[in-house]
């Protein structure tokens, strides 16, 4: 069965910390790997990665898959009270039904 | 260009009812996903439609829940005979094919009471 497994489960930290969320996963043919910033709302979309070691950047936030170990990091640099939030890491394949499986998610709190 | 649109964004049922799900997806987009999330859980796949076609609903229960997305209108998730057991978070998504990244919609809280 295809398995995402976000670590840690919760993160405090202050305003101008920077964060390092982790994903690891372990799916059939698998695809690309996708975070979302999950607030009291609709999961919004972060970013999609299905080359390894090739880091995407946007503003605060980067991320980089490998391949090889099967993970995800996502970076968050000099936090913010408004980066507060579930991060969710979903794992796609090639399959005809292109399905993504999530993890559990990080919840992360940012303190001023 | 309006976002994944569900509705009703709050939703209670009594325990035997029915619940109806709406979603619209994102203009251009013909793929839609079904996905549910329970407390304290990650979110779960349901069903994956094209338009008037169900490609794959391995993750819909076998019973009393059905999905469809006709040629015209949003798609639907209905759910017969609700018990409190169903009582979660729906969430749509939609993409423009099935490589491409999925967007959410804000999803529909369904209580049972």
């Known amino acids: 069965e295809d398995k995402v497994v976000q670590s840690p489960l919760s993160l405090v930290v202050h305003e101008g910390d920077t964060v390092t969320l982790n994903c690891s996963y372990e799916?059939?043919?698998?695809?690309?790997l996708l975070w979302y910033k999950q607030e009291k709302k609709a999961p919004t979309f972060l970013f999609m990665l299905?080359?390894?070691?090739i880091e995407k950047k946007s503003g605060r936030l980067s991320s980089i898959l490998d391949k090889k170990e099967l993970f995800s990091i996502l970076n968050i640099t000099a936090t913010q009270t408004g980066d507060s939030a579930i991060y969710l890491c979903?794992?796609?394949?090639?399959?005809?039904?292109?399905?993504?499986?999530f993890g559990k998610g990080i919840t992360l709190s940012v303190r001023p | 260009n309006a976002g994944v649109m569900q509705n009703p964004r709050h939703l209670v049922r009594r325990r035997g009812q029915e619940a109806r799900l709406r979603c619209s997806p994102m203009?251009?987009?013909?793929?839609v996903y079904w996905y549910r999330q329970l407390p304290e859980e990650g979110l779960k796949f349901m069903v994956y439609?094209?338009?008037?076609?169900?490609?794959?609903e391995s993750g819909m229960p076998k019973e009393r829940f059905s999905a469809e997305f006709p040629k015209e209108g949003p798609s639907i998730l209905r759910i017969q005979q609700v018990v409190r057991g169903d009582s979660a978070a729906y969430f749509c998504?939609?993409?423009?094919?099935?490589?491409?990244?999925?967007?959410f919609g804000q999803g529909t809280r369904l209580t049972v009471v």
């Open positions: 799916v059939t043919n698998f695809r690309s």
């Open positions: 299905t080359s390894s070691g």
């Open positions: 998504a939609s993409s423009v094919d099935r490589q491409r990244e999925a967007f």
């Open positions: 979903a794992a796609g394949n090639t399959g005809a039904n292109s399905k993504l499986t």
């Open positions: 439609l094209q338009k008037e076609n169900i490609i794959d």
């Open positions: 203009k251009g987009h013909s793929h």
